[in-house]
């Protein structure tokens, strides 16, 4: 059994700042690829930020350059460092493991079997 848990959500004005934390625990191995990834009431959820076994990170365009995806394996803590907060922003943001064998190449939901409850972010204008 595979649990993840965010933490760290909340209400910011625009611009600001918010670091998100996963805390992973049960049956699971520091090789596997995480992300994270976000649901805007009424739209998809969409993929954000990933990041293999080795520190590799990828990110969707519409947070690169303000969000950053770290993790620390001797915690088993995968973080999201949000800077520069907007709006559009405001969403449930989930953190996902991916099966072992993942090849940690793509944000596409479908890939990841593992996910937390999520936690709310609220950017106001």
């Known amino acids: 059994q595979v649990q993840l848990m965010e933490s760290g959500g909340g209400s910011v004005q625009t611009g600001g700042s918010l670091r998100l934390s996963c805390t992973v625990s049960g049956d699971i191995v520091n090789s596997q690829c995480m992300a994270w990834f976000r649901q805007a009431p009424g739209k998809e959820r969409e993929g954000i930020a990933l990041?293999?076994?080795?520190?590799?990170?990828t990110y969707a365009d519409s947070v690169k350059t303000r969000f950053n995806i770290a993790r620390n394996n001797a915690k088993n803590t995968v973080y999201l460092q949000m800077d520069s907060l907007k709006p559009e922003d405001t969403g449930v943001y989930y953190c996902a493991a991916a099966p072992l064998d993942y090849t940690c190449s793509s944000l596409n939901s479908v890939s990841f079997n593992y996910w937390g409850q999520g936690t709310q972010v609220t950017v106001s204008s």
């Open positions: 990041i293999a076994a080795d520190g590799r990170p």
